[in-house]
């Protein structure tokens, strides 16, 4: 019965749709991008449609969407790829936001999954991300359902928390499974931590001639190692997060991480680490998929707070550029 309370009280929290809100922003825009990256390649018909309706690959009738709308064909492609564009639109802009998020999940999910040789890990998180915005009230905030509903942008309406929580918990299963899977030795002590050098050098991921690594080469050993280490040890912030929740038991590991952020250095550290794929590597929208999700690891309050700090040192930094540009202007003049 203790832990039923528990999880009951965890999951009947409530808070403000910020956090949600941004986070829907930032995964429709991500959805837009990896759609438009496709389709201004003019690489739809060539990835999507079958080959004996024009494409490259034998690519079957696809999901029961694509097959209850006709199988792989162009006329079905495009159907679909304008309807996950369009409701990847209005999940951004937060129009009808549950139906939009629904048919974006489910029209995204039938165009990239139809050729499994095209299919990225973004394209699973972009889905699963779609899928928790039907599930949450991310539109309560920021979104043009609020503004319909209240004549503003902004509402302190509160919704259940449990769907920020659902993000967090997909974010650490994302880095844990990936790090897992980086078992060959090129990733451990044994091979030297020479994995990032190797991609650097594979034409096929880097965006420029990387030749020059061979001359740090021990730096690319320091960042193979951090990754690895940062992926499998992401499990670290949901014993964070439990220890943050039940801060009022006793327990010295508990005092330890109550004293301590540990979603700073996880930022950091995860910021550098993406920051430094989209520099060098070509890897589709992981990335930008990737950081949407940690705009969940804070409450709204939070959010908020570093969105008025944010302004006000605009403020200030606006402020002493006017004085400057006053005084300089007066010592001109006179």
Same mark, same amino acid.
């Given at each position: 019965?203790?832990?039923?309370?528990?999880?009951?009280?965890?999951?009947?929290?409530?808070?403000?749709?910020?956090? +949600?809100?941004?986070?829907?922003?930032?995964? !429709?825009?991500?959805?837009?991008?990896?759609?438009?990256?496709?389709?201004?390649?003019?690489?739809?018909?060539?990835?999507?449609?079958?080959?004996?309706?024009?494409?490259?690959?034998?690519?079957? %009738? *696809?999901?029961?969407?694509?097959?209850?709308? *006709?199988?792989?064909?162009?006329?079905?492609?495009?159907?679909?790829?304008?309807?996950?564009?369009?409701?990847?639109?209005?999940?951004?802009? !937060?129009?009808? %936001?549950?139906?939009?998020?629904?048919?974006? *999940?489910?029209?995204?999910?039938?165009?990239?999954?139809?050729? !499994?040789?095209?299919?990225?890990?973004?394209?699973?998180?972009?889905?699963?991300?779609? $899928?928790?915005?039907?599930?949450? *009230?991310?539109?309560?905030?920021?979104?043009?359902?609020?503004?319909?509903?209240?004549?503003?942008?902004?509402?302190?309406?509160?919704?259940?928390?449990?769907?920020?929580?659902?993000?967090?918990?997909?974010?650490?299963?994302?880095? &844990?499974? %990936?790090?897992?899977?980086?078992?060959?030795?090129? $990733?451990?002590?044994?091979?030297?931590?020479?994995? +990032?050098?190797?991609?650097?050098?594979?034409?096929?991921?880097?965006?420029?001639?990387?030749?020059?690594?061979?001359?740090?080469?021990?730096?690319?050993?320091?960042? &193979?190692?951090?990754?690895?280490?940062?992926?499998?040890?992401?499990?670290?912030?949901?014993? $964070?997060?439990?220890?943050?929740? &039940?801060?009022?038991?006793?327990?010295?590991?508990?005092?330890?991480?109550?004293?301590?952020? +540990?979603?700073?250095?996880?930022?950091?550290?995860?910021?550098?680490?993406?920051?430094?794929?989209?520099? &060098?590597?070509?890897?589709?929208?992981?990335?930008?998929?990737?950081?949407?999700?940690?705009?969940?690891?804070?409450?709204?309050?939070?959010?908020?707070?570093?969105?008025?700090?944010?302004?006000?040192?605009?403020?200030?930094?606006?402020?002493?550029?006017?004085?400057?540009?006053?005084?300089?202007?007066?010592?001109?003049?006179?």
């Amino acid at each position: 019965m203790s832990a039923w309370r528990f999880w009951v009280t965890l999951f009947d929290r409530r808070e403000t749709a910020s956090s +949600l809100a941004c986070f829907r922003i930032a995964i !429709g825009l991500v959805t837009i991008y990896s759609l438009l990256d496709v389709g201004l390649a003019g690489l739809v018909d060539v990835l999507w449609v079958d080959y004996h309706s024009g494409g490259y690959a034998c690519l079957g %009738t *696809g999901n029961w969407l694509m097959t209850w709308l *006709g199988g792989a064909t162009p006329e079905t492609v495009h159907v679909l790829y304008g309807a996950a564009l369009g409701s990847a639109v209005l999940v951004t802009l !937060g129009l009808v %936001t549950r139906v939009s998020a629904l048919v974006a *999940g489910q029209t995204y999910l039938a165009l990239v999954f139809v050729n !499994g040789s095209a299919t990225g890990g973004y394209d699973q998180l972009i889905t699963n991300a779609l $899928w928790l915005l039907v599930l949450s *009230g991310s539109s309560r905030t920021l979104s043009l359902d609020c503004l319909l509903r209240t004549g503003r942008l902004r509402s302190d309406e509160l919704i259940p928390a449990w769907p920020r929580y659902l993000v967090i918990f997909q974010l650490v299963v994302m880095y &844990t499974c %990936t790090g897992l899977h980086k078992l060959s030795s090129a $990733w451990l002590p044994l091979g030297g931590y020479s994995a +990032l050098y190797d991609v650097f050098q594979e034409p096929t991921w880097r965006r420029f001639d990387m030749r020059w690594t061979a001359h740090v080469y021990p730096l690319t050993q320091l960042a &193979t190692a951090v990754t690895w280490f940062f992926e499998v040890g992401a499990p670290v912030v949901l014993v $964070w997060f439990y220890y943050r929740y &039940t801060a009022e038991r006793p327990g010295r590991a508990r005092a330890w991480f109550a004293r301590r952020d +540990l979603r700073v250095p996880f930022v950091v550290v995860g910021l550098a680490l993406h920051l430094g794929i989209l520099v &060098t590597l070509n890897v589709g929208p992981f990335s930008w998929v990737a950081m949407a999700y940690y705009l969940c690891l804070f409450r709204p309050a939070e959010l908020t707070g570093a969105w008025a700090w944010t302004l006000r040192r605009g403020q200030r930094w606006r402020e002493r550029h006017d004085e400057r540009r006053i005084a300089h202007l007066t010592r001109v003049s006179t």
